[in-house]
């Protein structure tokens, strides 16, 4: 007799074995006869929920064809090219971290344009920042005479 801690029976099998048992409702045994199983097995099997639990755990990983899919969405029109890079994948309802998304676009060989933090949000910053780079070029505000940093 078979060790039923140790067996493993599929998924198709499993359901063939709970439709054995609970519409055909024939007993452990034949059921064990008929599908090569130990008779503990097919009891765990008969014990086990019919509706397979929901994973816990890692989020969705993306695989190499969803990746690449998400990167050509990314960068074939401009609306997503503005888009942030998290935002992408809900175009495809696809649910993966911030994390995972950034992997796979590198993977890719695509680097996020978009920045993580938006500082020209406040057009006094937007001032400060061009003026700040405007005097590093050497340019004054209106572009034509050199300015200095004191």
Avoid at 1 to 7: A, F, G, Q, R, T
Avoid at 75 to 81: E, G, I, N, V
Wanted: charged share 20%; net charge positive; with cysteine.
């Amino acid at each position: 007799m078979k060790d039923p801690k140790h067996e493993w029976a599929s998924n198709k099998q499993g359901c063939a074995i709970q439709a054995l048992r609970n519409l055909a409702v024939w007993t452990y045994r034949q059921i064990a006869k008929v599908q090569n199983l130990s008779l503990g097995a097919v009891y765990n099997i008969c014990q086990s929920s019919t509706i397979p639990k929901k994973l816990k755990g890692r989020m969705f990983s993306l695989n190499t064809p969803t990746g690449r899919q998400l990167a050509a969405t990314a960068t074939m029109k401009t609306a997503y090219c503005q888009m942030l890079l998290v935002e992408v994948p809900g175009a495809y309802s696809i649910e993966v971290s911030e994390r995972t998304i950034r992997k796979a676009f590198q993977k890719e060989g695509y680097f996020p344009i978009v920045a993580q933090r938006k500082p020209f949000l406040h057009e006094l910053k937007k001032k400060a920042t061009l003026s700040i780079c405007n005097c590093r070029l050497g340019l004054n505000s209106r572009g034509l005479a050199p300015c200095h940093l004191d």
